[in-house]
């Protein structure tokens, strides 16, 4: 794993100790924790955070313990998908508690903390290279953040990345080396080529890449009951196994807003769909461990 860490206090002086610490807490605080999945894309609005919610919930009604952290800070949108905007991380016998949906999907997400209409804004000790300290200060906090929280005992720890291929690459590098990668594009020859960008990006980081979801694979049409195209035939190559494909569903749409208060309808498309990707991700992360 990478060190990022915090340069702030003692100059700099006790920078290895400081790493060392807290990779340590970060193994002890995972140690319960099956699989790692960090859910990417090189480009944002494909409905990354939507698949990760829903793959959460896919699992945890098959019985699996799951929770996400949101790794977004920019845009954390996890909170209100999951209807915890004002579920504040508290401190317990084990560490900070994750906060937790009735049906027991762990969430930690910024969103849980900071209003809707504020930025997440991170001290920086640096105007012209701001973007480099700034990320810095992010993985040093993300660092903090998974190795104070009392995660328990998982089957699975989805990751819900923020876009862009080289952010991708920061969190390979910074997440523990065992964290598989699932990446979401929509089906457009512009999103495909982006998103086949990241896998290479990710690979020559060396990453280990499970497959990639076709998200808003065409349209659901209640009316007339019928799936119909949304984009127009895609033909770029993404070398990754297809996981799965998701139609565009209104109704999936407005569970997103509401804070996913209810399953969704097993009756629908969409409901289907994210329930065959859940399987074929679980066959692809058992298949690496056997
Ligand atoms: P990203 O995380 O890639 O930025 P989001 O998951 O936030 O994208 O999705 C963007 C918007 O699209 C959200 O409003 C979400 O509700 C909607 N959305 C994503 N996927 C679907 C889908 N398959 N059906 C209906 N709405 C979707």
């Known amino acids: 794993?990478?060190?990022y860490f915090d340069i702030q206090g003692d100059g700099g002086s006790n920078v290895v100790a400081q790493v060392e610490a807290q990779l340590e807490a970060i193994q002890s605080a995972l140690a319960g924790v099956r699989f790692r999945v960090a859910v990417g894309s090189g480009?944002?609005?494909v409905g990354k955070s939507t698949v990760t919610m829903a793959l959460a919930q896919a699992l945890r009604a098959g019985g699996a313990t799951v929770a996400i952290l949101d790794a977004d800070f920019n845009g954390p949108c996890q909170a209100h998908l999951a209807g915890l905007t004002a579920a504040p991380w508290v401190p317990g016998a084990r560490g900070l508690s994750v906060p937790r949906r009735p049906d027991g999907i762990g969430v930690v997400s910024m969103g849980s903390l900071v209003p809707a209409d504020r930025p997440v804004s991170l001290e920086t000790v640096s105007q012209g290279d701001e973007?480099?300290?700034r990320s810095t200060k992010e993985f040093a906090f993300l660092?903090?953040?998974m190795?104070?929280?009392?995660?328990g005992s998982l089957d699975y720890l989805l990751f819900d990345l923020p876009p862009g291929a080289e952010r991708s690459v920061q969190f390979a590098d910074f997440l523990p080396a065992d964290t598989l990668f699932a990446l979401v594009t929509v089906p457009s020859d512009v999103a495909r080529g982006v998103v086949a960008r990241s896998v290479a990006a990710l690979e020559a980081a060396g990453a280990d890449m499970v497959g990639y979801v076709e998200n808003m694979a065409g349209y659901y049409c209640q009316d007339c009951d019928e799936i119909k195209p949304l984009f127009p035939a895609a033909t770029t190559p993404i070398p990754l196994p297809l996981l799965g494909r998701i139609p565009f569903d209104p109704a999936l749409a407005e569970l997103c807003d509401r804070g996913w208060p209810e399953a969704e309808s097993q009756d629908r498309p969409s409901a289907q769909a994210i329930e065959a990707v859940a399987q074929n991700l679980v066959l692809a992360l058992e298949g690496r461990r056997s």
């Open 1 to 3: 794993m990478k060190s």
């Open 147 to 151: 190795g104070s929280l009392d995660w």
């Open 143 to 145: 660092g903090q953040l």
């Open 131 to 133: 973007h480099v300290w």
């Open 43 to 45: 480009k944002g609005g």
